[in-house]
């Protein structure tokens, strides 16, 4: 009942035009009311339907218009979506260089440090080195990438900042830093001491050397540092790998498409410049054999203006060439 109510309000016009229609019939069908009455109660009828028709379409051009204005509005809406989505897209861009910069610096452990310096060996046209006395790269880093320069025929430009022998301060500095680490011998069967400090840095020099002479595709620059760093730096053409003496620590690596990649170029180069560095070209006055003598070896460092001390004699020169041309690795196992 309550819904049939509510139609007859909703619908009063067209109710009242029914029950008028079905009034006007009852009384024609009639004798006693005249003529004119059922005339005049035609029209009222009739009167009234066309109100409600009028009505209807007022209501109906409303609607259209609440339509028109709806689709308008939406037109607006789908005309700038694309601009919306262009901003959503440079936000989204935003938030994933955020993201690559926050996440720039990847810490490597265990047996994954010697893994990718393995692969950043494998394709590199330069190498740059900043650490103790360059122990590992005689023994691993310089013949291996030789040898990945060789088979791809391609240069090589290589870079050494290592401790300045000749500075016994600094050499001891570092020895007793490496006997802090560990009291027991590395990898060579060896304990750091001052002395040792010193064969190491003069076996990287004379490595060079050695190096430069058989390779036509490898240009190689050493400077003496005056300065101990505990960190070391290997940068190659595809990423820079931070590690510290105590290989227990984590190291990091950084790619080289990361901007603090081009920061730690930087920082090598003017570390670079802050040293001595080794005339280099001035070893071509001595020819060094496959197995370079005790005499080349001295006449070498002569030529480089950097004397081996006179407490050095033939046994400590033949340990410096054993440590230049046959280096064992210290961190093998």
């Not at 009828?45 to 218009?65: H, K, M």
């Not at 670079?272 to 005339?279: F, M, S």
């Not at 460092?301 to 004397?307: M, Q």
């Given at each position: ?198 064969k190491e840095s003069y076996a990287t020099i004379l490595a060079a050397c050695w190096h430069q002479q058989r390779s036509g595709l490898l240009r190689i620059d050493v400077w003496l ?109």
């Open positions: 009942m309550k819904r049939l109510v509510l139609w007859v309000a909703s619908n009063l016009d067209a109710f009242s035009a029914l029950v008028l229609a079905l009034s006007v019939g009852a009384l024609g069908l009639t004798t006693g009311v005249p003529q004119g009455v059922v005339d005049s109660a035609i029209l009222l009828t009739l009167a009234v339907l066309a109100e409600s028709i009028l009505r209807d379409r007022w209501r109906r051009g409303g609607t259209e218009q609440e339509v028109y204005q709806s689709v308008q509005q939406s037109a607006a809406v789908l005309r700038e979506l694309p601009r919306q989505l262009s901003e959503v897209d440079e936000l989204v861009g935003s938030a994933r260089a955020a993201f690559n910069q926050a996440s720039m610096v990847r810490m490597l452990t265990g047996a994954e440090v010697g893994q990718v310096q393995a692969e950043a060996r494998q394709r590199t046209d330069l190498w740059y080195f900043k650490g103790g006395t360059g122990t590992f790269i005689r023994a691993v880093t310089l013949p291996e990438c030789i040898e990945n320069a060789r088979r791809r025929r391609g240069t090589l430009d290589f870079r050494i900042e290592i401790l300045d022998p000749s500075n016994e301060e600094v050499c001891d500095l570092y020895a007793r830093f490496r006997r802090s680490l560990s009291d027991r011998p590395d990898a060579t069967g060896e304990l750091w001491t001052v002395d040792r400090t010193r540092s005056p300065l101990m760093s505990t960190f070391r730096a290997d940068l190659s053409s595809s990423c820079v790998i931070i590690t510290q003496e105590d290989p227990s620590v984590p190291a990091m690596m950084i790619d080289s498409d990361k901007i603090h990649y081009r920061r730690w170029n930087i920082e090598l180069q003017y570390s670079r410049e802050q040293a001595r560095k080794v005339p280099i070209e001035q070893a071509k006055q001595v020819v060094l054999d496959d197995e370079p003598t005790v005499e080349q070896t001295r006449r070498l460092f002569s030529a480089l203006t950097i004397p081996l001390p006179r407490s050095f004699g033939d046994r400590e020169v033949s340990d410096i060439i054993l440590k230049a041309i046959k280096a064992r690795n210290p961190y093998a196992t």
